[in-house]
């Protein structure tokens, strides 16, 4: 949100902030007061960008991790509850890059590559109880798990009351 970015820009420029990433992003292109951006990364003791070029944010930062584009990553979305997609490959990389959620494992320590990842989350988690198993769902593309059921709700005050405060609001 606005506020939350105005938020962070604030505790930059105090040097309350060690790290900033930033993905999918480029503030000091798109945001209204790019010298504002400019002046509180100065103050951040690292900040990386995840992009696939040096764009007008990436080129103020420390370093940059070259990362994939969506046509080379594997990765999961959930558009809406109970629907899970997965997100593969069309090309091979095209240049000397890595997905961002690879470079994030690996600095966190977990050598796994991404693609055995997203296969042990979805085998342990997603098709759980499903009738697909990994390789169906890479042909289908999809789980969907159906939305959850519906809560009985019950309200136990004056409904006039309610009435007339919500209308006198």
């Known amino acids: ?5 105005a938020q962070f820009l604030t505790n930059a420029k ?11 992003s480029n503030p000091v292109y798109d945001y ?9 990364l100065k103050k951040v003791d690292f900040t990386l960008s995840f992009s696939q070029r040096a764009d007008e944010t990436a080129s103020e930062l420390t370093a940059i991790a070259p990362t994939n584009t969506f046509l080379e990553s594997w990765g999961d979305a959930s558009p809406k509850e109970g629907l ?9 990389p095209v240049f000397n890059t890595r997905q961002a959620d690879q ?24 098709l759980v109880g499903s009738t697909k198993n990994w390789n169906s769902v890479l042909q289908t593309g999809f789980e969907y798990k159906g939305a959850k059921t519906a809560a009985a709700y019950s309200f ?10 919500a209308i006198a609001a």
């Open 84 to 92: 899970f997609s997965i997100v593969q490959p069309a090309i091979n």
């Open 103 to 126: 470079s994030l494992l690996v600095w966190a320590g977990d050598t796994t590559d991404i693609y055995t990842f997203v296969k042990n989350l979805w085998t342990s988690t997603i």
């Open 156 to 165: 136990s005050g004056n409904v006039e009351a309610a009435a007339s405060a």
């Open 14 to 24: 105090a040097g309350q902030v060690g790290v900033a990433m930033f993905l999918n």
């Open 1 to 5: 949100s606005d506020a939350a970015f």
């Open 32 to 40: 209204f007061k790019s010298e504002d951006v400019k002046a509180a």
